[in-house]
């Protein structure tokens, strides 16, 4: 759904002229009412190139909360730190809360400079289960953030975006001050680096030690019971693997490896106030809306990378062949289509074909579906979370023996991680192939759809191959 922004023009070098941004500041604090309606000014500028994952590694340490996004395929990143306002919430209707949080910034924004339209971007990220399900203070079931500071890289042009929230009677000077600083940070950093972010040089903790939780094969050899007596159809059983390190874990380093070796998944950061960042590499996006396109991604049945072409092309050509395979897919390419239908909504498949990463391929088949304005991104999220891909059929059915299953909370694993602009469009993931990180502790997590004729021992050797993506890009 898209309300119209207002955007006033104002010139274009307003975060460089001090005094014209303390007036502006000023004209925009007479309006200011409070009751928690407060105006929120959004200023966007471009700004030389410059690697996003560069500043996350200078302001980690300063700001507890990060976003940081970036799809090397569509040529884009996003780094977003800072909280200008936000909504956290453990609530069953968490995706409508979140939409009308959002529906409400909205109103209390004004745009300055028109160098991004799409700007600002709301990041949203939810737990896999609601509130009901599983509570946890680290991550609420629903985050929504409008951040305080924005880097984005659309192909070769770099913005840099600020939220300012104006509060009646607050002194303007520190935020003037802050938003100075910030401009002279940037500059610094400009001057002082090569575009890309280089890994520093600390020692990889090769002392660490792994813990994996219960046993993943007598889970998957029950569960087939169960498809067996036909208490569900289809499950994904994931399993989590606890690596204690002696020394910490440095997040940009990982995410710079990830980077390295998953060109074709999305990389992804989360911090939040507990020092924990949830990162990883995910393959799977669940919508992505542009101009009122809808894409998502049908995303299930799994074969090893050959090693050599010849390998890779027999492997590829067996699980394109293979029924259980086909099976375990359709189910997902099957609910997303009903989803979208249920919403009014007329989805079109493509066919069938292969995503091949660097260490696994996939079954996938992409969907398409025309939208109309009315239909808010969080809305289809809502519908569509958590496809068959990551829980199974029926869901509910699922979802109840996943927690029986699995003895650790998934929190943020397999869950909606994304963001959306006040345009309408939207672009989530489903955070899979990854970790949640807190100092020197990693969990990380890798799941499998089990249904009939699913093999434990196959299973098992199919998460090992998944948890190795983040192994090899912490270790
Ligand atoms: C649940 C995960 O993967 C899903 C996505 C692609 C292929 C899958 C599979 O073949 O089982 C899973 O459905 C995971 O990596 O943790």
Redesign the pocket.
């Known amino acids: 759904m898209s309300i119209a922004v207002p955007v006033i023009p104002y010139p274009v070098n307003l975060l460089q002229d001090e005094k014209k941004l303390y007036q502006f500041l000023c004209a925009c604090q007479e309006t200011s009412t409070g009751n928690g309606n407060s105006p929120i000014i959004s200023v966007t500028q471009k700004i030389k190139p410059l690697d996003p994952l560069r500043v996350l590694k200078a302001i980690a340490a300063s700001y507890p909360f990060h976003f940081y996004w970036e799809s090397r395929r569509k040529d884009e990143a996003i780094l977003s730190y800072g909280v200008a306002t936000s909504l956290t919430l453990n609530a069953t209707d968490r995706f409508t809360k979140a939409q009308q949080f959002i529906e409400r910034v909205k109103r209390r924004i004004t745009k300055v400079g028109e160098s991004l339209n799409a700007t600002p971007l709301l990041l949203c990220y939810f737990t896999f289960f609601d509130s009901t399900d599983s509570y946890s203070k680290v991550f609420p079931s629903a985050n929504v953030v409008l951040p305080q500071f924005q880097i984005i890289k659309k192909q070769n042009e770099y913005f840099l975006n600020i939220n300012i929230l104006i509060q009646p009677e607050q002194n303007l000077f520190p935020i003037l001050e802050t938003i100075v600083q910030h401009q002279d940070f940037l500059q610094m950093l400009d001057k002082s680096h090569n575009l890309e972010y280089e890994k520093s040089n600390i020692v990889n903790p090769v002392n660490y030690k792994i813990y994996p939780s219960a046993n993943f094969k007598d889970s998957v050899t029950s569960a087939l019971k169960s498809i067996e007596l036909n208490q569900f159809s289809k499950i ?1 059983l ?1 399993h989590a693997l606890d690596v204690i390190s002696r020394e910490s874990f440095q997040v940009v380093d990982c995410l710079k490896n990830l980077r390295q070796r998953h060109p074709d998944c999305y990389i992804f950061s989360v911090s939040n106030n507990y020092g924990c960042s949830f990162i990883g590499a ?3 996006r669940l919508i992505s809306i542009e101009n009122n396109q809808l894409e998502t991604d049908a ?4 074969a090893p990378r050959g090693k050599t072409p010849a390998e890779d092309t027999i492997l590829a050509q067996k699980l394109l062949r293979s029924e259980k ?1 086909r099976r ?2 359709q189910a ?1 390419s099957e609910f997303i289509t009903q989803q979208l239908l249920n919403l009014g909504l007329f989805p079109h498949q493509s066919p069938l074909k292969l995503l091949k990463l660097s260490n ?1 391929q ?2 996938w088949t992409p969907i398409y579906a025309q939208l109309n304005s009315s239909i808010h991104p969080l809305e289809i999220i809502s519908k569509l979370h958590p ?4 829980a199974g059929v029926p869901t509910h059915v699922a979802c109840e023996q996943i927690r029986q299953y699995e003895s650790f909370n998934r929190l943020l ?2 869950a909606p991680i994304g963001w959306v602009d006040f345009q309408g469009n939207s672009e989530f993931i ?1 955070g ?3 970790a949640l990180i807190q100092n020197n502790h990693a969990r990380l ?6 249904v009939a004729g699913s093999d434990p021992e196959k ?1 098992l050797a ?2 090992q191959l ?1 948890f190795q993506a983040l192994l090899k890009a912490l270790l």
């Open positions: 994904v994931a995910s393959p799977e995303l299930a049945g799994s395979e375990e897919h997902v696994i996939h079954l496809t068959p891909a990551v694993y397999a489903v899979i192939r990854s997590y890798a799941g499998a759809g089990i299973e199919e998460i998944k």
